[in-house]
């Protein structure tokens, strides 16, 4: 009985001794999947935090710049150029910056992010490619340190390295194909390609049409990847093409060669299948320009030169005869339905000096909607209704939208009438966002900027 017993307390002590082992590991193992989560997210949060530092540095936000900042002792800014010269600054610079530092629009595009995140304390280490108004491009390696205070990680010193690109390349064009939020101001760089891409349309399925060098392609938002869309034989496709209501068709402009016109560019708008398919000629003369379907579906509406002057059309989808809508002197150009179909919004050069409008659809009660300085094109109202975004070119471009200028996105409160910046200013114009680009939530719109190596 004595050997039992004593045997049924050894059992139990190497139950008890494996049970603590086995919830030891078991601690282990939470502890280091909660550190691992608490990590994943330290180091998104680092990530948004250092992508708003660079938008509202380049957007002239003082307040929202300086909310991204904590200033330390030991905070320094320091500073290398390619030119070999070297300067450092106190952390408080970047709060309170002198007048003429911020806002000097452009983006910066982050790469190979490396991290050391502590409890309260973090560096990060990555590359930067930095593209000004101009569409010049500066090289960097940065290293930032930040701070945890008050449960938010903020920075607090950085040391940049800036360098000449060691290649020489050929002169080209490089496209950033991005996204902005419309309540945040973030900013995402879905593909950069070394060539020239225009137009995202957004489809529900979650991809964007653009268009390069003639041709279509779809761009996945997950994947990243483009693929080419089958046109058939239109391989001289331009910036005007869009999804119709029921996200089935797709309408395109096409260089129509065959056409008996004389004029140097006859571009003619198609219709086919969203997923790719021979097209059909919906436009009879030429030059139009797709910008717009009805929301029924029933009816497209382009802009079209007849005898001289750019003005505003609607034709049925099925084709046969155009209705003109405008007839003022000058170009009315960018023609978009409503989604509820009342208005149709256009940008116009009638008053003298290009701004946003909008018409009945049947080209009555015209109504001028902006007065500012700016060259404003192209208004895109939401699939909600509540918004219209629209390119602005910071500066009188008179009747022309050309590649290559300074621009910046905008929005409008259809309700209120109250315009923001919703990007810093930019190396765009011509392909940066010709056609409807919003998301089908009407919370982001897609667009192009562009650098010229």
Known sequence: MKVFLHLQELCMRQYQLLLSKSCLLLFSILSSIFVSAQQSKDSLEIITLLEKEGRTWRMGDKEGHAECWLERPYGRIMVSTADGNTFNLPSKTMIAPQPGMMGNGGFAFHSEHRMKIGRDMAWVNHDEVSVDTNG??????????LEKWNNQWKLVGQSIHSYNNPTKQKMD???YIQTVD??????????TINEHFEAPNWHPDNYLIVNSRGKLYTLDLERKELELLETGFADECNNDHGISPDHKWLAISHNDREHPSTKPYKSAIYV??????????????VPSYWHGW???GKRLAYCAERNGNYDI??????????????????????PEYS???????????????????????????QEQLTFDKNSNWFPHPSPDGKWIVYIAYTSDQKQNHLFGKQVKLRLMN????????????????????????????????AFVSYSVN
């Open 173 to 175: 064009t490089t496209s």
């Open 294 to 296: 009805s929301p029924d």
């Open 414 to 445: 259809l309700e209120t009438r109250e315009i923001k910046d919703i990007t810093p200013v930019f190396f765009g114009g011509q392909g940066t966002i010709n056609v409807p680009s919003w998301s089908p939530d009407s919370k982001k719109v």
């Open 272 to 285: 086919l299948p969203i997923g790719g398919g021979t097209p059909r000629k919906v436009t009879s003369k």
């Open 136 to 145: 010049k491009v500066s090289l960097s390696h940065e290293i930032r340190l």
């Open 313 to 334: 059309y609607t034709i049925p989808v099925e084709g046969g005869e155009e209705k003109r809508l405008t007839n003022a002197e000058g170009l009315d150009d960018g």
């Open 339 to 365: 989604p509820d179909g009342k208005y149709i919004y256009y940008n116009s050069y009638k008053s003298g000096h290009m701004q946003l409008w909008r018409m009945d659809p049947n080209g009555k009660n």
């Open 182 to 191: 419309i309540e945040t101001g973030s900013i995402e760089t879905v593909l």
